[in-house]
């Protein structure tokens, strides 16, 4: 059992051993487009979007490890499905691993001339560590974030994917999503 709350700083260790492993997903999916040994985000870019209430990270906590290899039941207010809002300066109590994590962005295109006024929640990313995938935590992650954007007036929720990455087209129409508008290219 784990709980999912906003990403502090002192979440950033976590965060960056998450974005390496997506990278390598990806570089090993698509060489020619991504660098190895990579990641998206610097520490100090993380910093701002942790501190940025348009760029909402979610994380999922797992439980605090008991140094016996078991974990430890904390208190009842650690289930899925956290607080929003928590302290992004590390202040909270951070007592276990993040294994997961769903980076987000509204978007939103007042005055266009073609787009309609509506607020989108995009997920920019969405990973869950490689040795706790097929345990729900991804699947509690995107419920997580369908409900903070329905709380925050959201019309829809979307994100991109990547065709070299057959398991999370996988999942993510498993959780109901369906193709918006797809990406195309011709290698040169």
Same mark, same amino acid.
């Given at each position: ?102 980076? $987000? @962005?509204?978007?939103?295109?007042? =005055?266009? +001339? /073609? ?8 997920? &920019?990313?969405? $990973? @869950?560590?490689?040795?706790?995938? =097929?345990? +729900? /935590? ?8 369908? &409900? ?41």
């Amino acid at each position: 059992m784990g709980r999912i709350r906003r990403a502090v700083i002192a979440d950033i260790p976590d965060l960056d051993r998450l974005l390496f492993q997506v990278a390598a997903v990806h570089h090993e999916g698509r060489p020619d487009l991504f660098k190895p040994n990579a990641k998206k985000y610097s520490d100090d870019e993380l910093t701002e979007i942790i501190a940025d209430d348009e760029r909402p990270i979610f994380v999922y906590e797992d439980d605090a490890d008991a140094g016996d290899g078991t974990h430890e039941d904390a208190a009842s207010d650690r289930t899925i499905g956290g607080t929003i809002g928590e302290p992004t300066d590390g202040s909270s109590d951070r007592s276990g691993r993040v294994i997961g994590y769903a980076f $987000c @962005v509204f978007q939103r295109h007042p =005055g266009s +001339h /073609v787009l309609t006024d509506i607020t989108t929640l995009y997920i &920019d990313d969405l $990973c @869950v560590d490689e040795n706790a995938r =097929g345990k +729900h /935590v991804g699947s509690a992650l995107y419920r997580h974030v369908l &409900d903070f954007a329905r709380e925050q007036g959201c019309y829809n929720v979307t994100l991109n994917v990547w065709s070299c990455n057959p398991s999370a087209m996988a999942f993510y129409e498993h959780c109901g999503l369906k193709p918006q508008k797809v990406g195309m290219e011709t290698i040169l």
